[in-house]
Structure formats: C-alpha cells, structure tokens
C-alpha cells in the first residue's frame, strides 16, 4: 500500500563525503519533488521534475544535484555535504494532469552530517 | 503570485475544546487549498482540501476547513481536541493547473499543543 518511499529513513553521512538519498512512488505521478526540511519549519523546495523536465529554485545551492532515470524514481545527490545540511529530506509527488492536485509526500530520509 | 500566512506559530488548547488554526492565502488565480499534518519526524499526511467544489471541506479525523473567497481565509477546524491531534499543520496553496506551475506554496506552519 506504501505509494511514496524512500530510503534510507536515516542516513549519517562525514562532512564533504558525497550522499545520495532516494525515493521511488507507485502512484505514476509526473511531477516528483524534494524539499529540505529543517527542525521547526516549513519544508523548502529544493527543485522538482515534470516527467524529465527538471525545475530548479534559486536558490538551491549548486550543492544539490537530482536525477530521474524514470517515472518511478528521483534521487537527491548532495556533492558535499556541510553542517547545514544537515536536515529532512522529504520527497513528494502530485499527478500533475488530474485529481484532487494534492502532493504526497514519502516518511522523509534524516540526514546528520558529522 | 502566490503566498500563505499562518496566523499563529503556536496553539494551545485543552483536549475536549474546540481547535481553530487560521490560514490566509493570496493567489492570482483560483487556488487549491490544502492542510497537512506532520507528526514528529514523520512525513506530511493530507488531512483535507479545496479545489473549487464545496466551500465546506471535510477531512480525516474530524478535521474541517471553510473557504471563504472574500476573506481569502482557509481556517481549520476541529470540535474537539484529541490528544493524539498534538502536532504541527500546514496550509499550503497550489495555483496548479491554471498557472501551469506545479509548485505548492507553505504556510510557516502551526503547533498544535493538546493539553490533558
């Protein structure tokens, strides 16, 4: 019944070392996004993708790359990762062509970064 | 343009009373509107939402919300607090599809306390 998963749950990784957090979704949604998520706030959109086509924030470091190989799966690459980063990374996707237009959204992956 | 206010940081009721969490939203178009809950480290579950049907939305565990176009206001209610409800909301606003974005804007969100 799981819709929207991602792994891992939780994720250590050292300061500088290269993380790659994950999200697949059942729901065969077109649009899939990340957002970050910090202790007491509203989640912050990272980038998302309609099908293949890739939307990047502005201000999303140069930090955070994304890929989607297909409809299924979208990863969130963190090239070094730094204190700051240190975070919910929650992963959410919408229908994007019909329905309710509601997101929904994976348990999140918590990084901490050493 | 899009945006969302959250009227309270924080909301402190005794279980049994009445919840209110206030919302108010802009947006260029004829929004969708939505509430989510997020309980502690966990991801955001879709309590209830508008997307031009009726004005009264009903949603999950006892939850309601009335759009109110001329007031530009999405309230949250609830009869009676459960200690279980102890959590923090979410407003958010969606001008998709008529804006032809797919971006979903957040409220700065509301604690809910219960209090026994």
């Known amino acids: 019944d799981a819709m929207v998963i991602q792994n891992p749950r939780y994720q250590v990784t050292q300061f500088g070392k290269p993380v790659t957090l994950s999200c697949s979704q059942t729901l065969n949604h077109n649009v899939m996004y990340w957002y970050q998520q910090k202790s007491s706030q509203a989640p912050k959109l990272l980038f998302h993708y309609y099908d293949k086509d890739f939307n990047n924030e502005a201000d999303t470091p140069d930090n955070f790359q994304s890929r989607r190989p297909n409809t299924s799966f979208c990863f969130l690459d963190i090239r070094s990762p730094g204190l700051g980063d240190a975070a919910m990374y929650l992963c959410a996707t919408s229908s994007g062509t019909s329905g309710g237009y509601e997101q929904y959204f994976g348990p999140g992956t918590r990084l901490t970064v050493t | 343009a899009q945006s969302v206010t959250q009227l309270d940081s924080h909301v402190s009721v005794s279980e049994g009373t009445p919840v209110l969490l206030r919302c108010n939203y802009s947006s260029s178009y004829s929004p969708s509107l939505f509430w989510y809950v997020q309980h502690p480290n966990k991801g955001l579950q879709l309590l209830l939402k508008?997307?031009?049907?009726?004005?009264l939305v009903k949603g999950i565990n006892g939850f309601e919300a009335e759009f109110k176009k001329s007031e530009t206001s999405f309230h949250l209610t609830k009869p009676s607090a459960h200690m279980s409800d102890a959590a923090e909301y979410f407003c958010?606003?969606?001008?998709?599809?008529?804006?032809?974005?797919?971006?979903?804007?957040f409220g700065t969100g509301t604690r809910l306390k219960v209090l026994a």
């Open positions: 958010v606003v969606s001008d998709h599809p008529l804006s032809g974005t797919y971006k979903y804007i």
């Open positions: 508008y997307t031009s049907a009726a004005t």
